[in-house]
């Protein structure tokens, strides 16, 4: 299991290992590498990445497993014109929801208007936990729980982010028997 935060992970099965990667796109990214890049052997191996997503759209609610991830934080077109590949927007599992990652804590309206035209969920880590699993050729499924709609509300995270890591928590005990 990996998360950013211990609170995230507070129900997860005693079981269960679990990688707390720190908060952000970079803190996540660099735990992420550190952990696979000690292991030895990395067949068979797949991650699970739990956490919170704000909802971009009100009608989001609950858990939801994304199956496209992207950088909502990159000028990605500026990169393309420079004649490189961002590698913005990263396929992780069959879903068609959309989670959009960045390093922006998103409590501005404006800015949830302009992620809800290509996501459907906003977080801080899941792009990144993503890429890094990829670079090492680790499968990696993304598990996020609606704390809060991405809006001037999501500043009570603290006070919510429980009732979501009891949500994860239980979807792992069921999910990975």
Known sequence: MVAATQA?????????????????KTAAATA??????????????????IGTAGALHDHHEGL?????????DINADAIRALGYDPQERLRCGSGETVLATGDVFVTDP???????????????????????????????????????????TALDWPAMVDHSAQALGAWLAESLK
């Not at 995230?8 to 952000?24: F, K, N």
């Not at 590498?33 to 991650?47: C, K, N, T």
């Not at 497993?65 to 992207?70: D, H, N, S």
Request: charged share 20%; no cysteine; net charge negative.
């Open 8 to 24: 995230e992970a507070a129900y997860v099965p005693a079981a269960l290992p679990v990688l707390i990667t720190g908060i952000g």
């Open 32 to 49: 992420v590498a550190r952990a696979l890049a000690s292991y030895g052997d990395l067949g068979g191996l797949e991650l699970v990445n």
């Open 110 to 152: 404006v800015v949830r208007t302009r992620l809800a035209a290509q996501a459907d969920l906003v977080d801080m880590e899941g792009y990144a936990v993503v890429y890094a699993a990829q670079q090492f050729g680790v499968p990696v499924r993304l598990v996020k729980h609606v704390s809060d709609r991405a809006d001037e």
């Open 64 to 72: 939801h497993e994304p199956g496209v991830v992207l950088n909502h």
